[in-house]
């Protein structure tokens, strides 16, 4: 039981772990250890905060799963949104990374050059900050893990560069401490694991804190937790709409018969103290993405032309 109250799953003892796709050696000890300091330190000193990540896991499952599915990332890389951000749109670090996956705002700012797939760039301005939109966040950090993964330049041990890591948990340590400083410790080390790199401290706890809150989560009751369910947090979005005057979430609340709190939940990418979607930027119509409950788009559209907030199409 290595001296510590929780232990791995007896299946895990028995055929090994797999994790994102990727084998953990448990065989080794200090793997081992690592992991299950972390698995201990979650259910003992986090468990609350336990409870909270798998019940939002299972609500945001819907949103975030197909969006990962849809760049060929591994499933448990919704987990890493929970240790960023604990699944808050509005999270800001005292490094200044911000919104659901934690992105600071020169890398927000700044894609991959040439490489147009995987464009991870989000709008910031003084009244909107994507990076606490949970849709458009989730595809920048897909693509910002896939970039990683796949087709960031790295350079190993005098070998030629390759494209990518092509190893989940390096680009997992990557997207926590950068990738230039993983090459450096890779490099200075000589290695080409994780588990064999000496790392920032927050980095050595990182992956194995990410795949330990995804063995918890997939062993529910071996580890005795019982999540109620939470309900989705499925909605409708409404893209590319141009208004022909300022919108209030208090407005949208009305014509959906909801709370302002519901609408700006679904839309954090606005600050709160704002509360409105403009119609114009800088003298410049907006096109504006919006988030409402689901199975009320329609509705919303049918209002926003009723009482004139919808912005007409001019004919040529």
């Known amino acids: 039981m290595d001296g510590l109250r929780y232990g791995l799953p007896p299946q895990v003892e028995k055929n090994g772990l797999r994790f994102a796709s990727q084998a953990v050696p448990l065989n080794r000890s200090d793997v081992r250890s690592r992991i299950l300091k972390e698995i201990n330190y979650l259910l003992l000193d986090r468990r609350s905060r336990v409870f909270y990540w798998l019940s939002r896991a299972d609500s945001l499952k819907p949103t975030i799963g197909p969006i990962l599915k849809g760049y060929s990332l591994p499933y448990e890389f919704i987990y890493l949104a929970a240790i960023e951000s604990n699944y808050n749109g509005r999270a800001l670090s005292s490094a200044g990374a911000f919104g659901y996956w934690q992105f600071i705002k020169a890398t927000a700012l700044c894609g991959p050059k040439g490489c147009p797939d995987y464009d991870w760039k989000r709008v910031i301005n003084n009244w909107k900050d994507e990076r606490a939109d949970l849709v458009k966040s989730t595809h920048s950090a897909a693509r910002y893990l896939a970039w990683l993964n796949r087709v960031k330049k790295v350079s190993l041990n005098g070998h030629p560069d390759t494209d990518g890591f092509h ?150």
């Not at 997207?175 to 994780?194: D, F, H, K």
């Not at 990182?206 to 330990?212: D, F, L, M, N, Q």
């Not at 989705?232 to 300022?246: G, P, R, V, Y």
């Open 167 to 316: 190893d989940w948990f390096l680009t997992a340590a990557s997207y926590n401490a950068g990738p230039t400083r993983v090459i450096q410790r890779l490099n200075a080390y000589g290695t080409t694991s994780y588990w064999d790199t000496p790392l920032p401290i927050e980095t050595e706890k990182y992956v194995p804190r990410w795949i330990a809150l995804g063995l918890i989560s997939g062993n529910r009751d071996f580890y005795g937790l019982k999540i109620k369910p939470g309900g989705s947090t499925s909605f409708d979005t409404i893209e590319q709409i141009k208004l022909a005057k300022d919108l209030s979430f208090a407005q949208i609340a009305k014509m959906l018969n909801t709370t302002p709190r519901v609408i700006w939940s679904l839309n954090s990418q606005i600050p709160f103290e704002k509360a409105v979607f403009p119609a114009r930027h800088g003298g410049v119509i907006i096109k504006h993405t919006i988030h409402v409950p689901k199975g009320t788009g329609k509705k919303l559209l049918t209002q926003l032309e009723l009482q004139g907030f919808k912005k007409k199409q001019t004919k040529k």
